[in-house]
Nanobody, 124 residues
Framework: QVQLVESGGGLAQAGGSLRLSCAAS????????MGWFRQAPGKEREFVAA????????YYADSVKGRFTISRDNAENMVYLQMNSLKLEDMAIYYC?????????????????WGQGTQVTVSS
C-alpha cells in the first residue's frame, strides 16, 4: 500500500488561503484515486475533494466548490489542495487518502491508505 504524508496546514485568517500537500511513496501513485477528507472536533470525517488517476476528473463537496482546488503531479507523486476564501467552518484536520478501483470517490470506505492528517486553523 502507498504511504501518505500531508503537510502545509497551519493558521490562516478567514478569507485567506492555504495549500496542502500530500507526498506518496511505496506504490504506483498513478494507479490511485486521491482524495482529501477533513474532520472537525465532534464531527464525522467528511469528503472534501478527489481527483482521478490522470487528473481527468475532479470531485468536490458542495461546501468547498469554487473555493478549493485539488490537483496532482504523478511525476512527483504529489497531490495538492489549494484552499482559498477560507471560512471558520473549514477548520479541521485534513487527511489525504488513496484508493484503487474507487467507484464512489466521496466515500471514505473506498480509500485504503490514509495520511496522519494536518491541522488547518482559521481565525476570524
Amino acid at each position: 500500500q502507498v504511504q501518505l504524508v500531508e503537510s502545509g496546514g497551519g493558521l490562516a485568517q478567514a478569507g485567506g488561503s492555504l495549500r496542502l500537500s500530500c507526498a506518496a511513496s511505496g506504490g504506483t501513485f498513478s494507479r490511485y484515486m486521491m482524495g482529501w477528507f477533513r474532520q472537525a472536533p465532534g464531527k464525522e470525517r467528511e469528503f472534501v475533494a478527489a481527483i482521478s488517476r490522470n487528473s481527468g476528473r475532479t470531485y468536490y463537496a458542495d461546501s468547498v466548490k469554487g473555493r478549493f482546488t485539488i490537483s496532482r503531479d504523478n511525476a512527483e507523486n504529489m497531490v495538492y489542495l489549494q484552499m482559498n476564501s477560507l471560512k471558520l467552518e473549514d477548520m479541521a484536520i485534513y487527511y489525504c487518502a488513496a484508493g484503487l478501483g474507487v467507484l464512489f470517490p466521496t466515500q471514505p470506505r473506498e480509500y485504503a491508505s490514509w495520511g496522519q492528517g494536518t491541522q488547518v486553523t482559521v481565525s476570524s
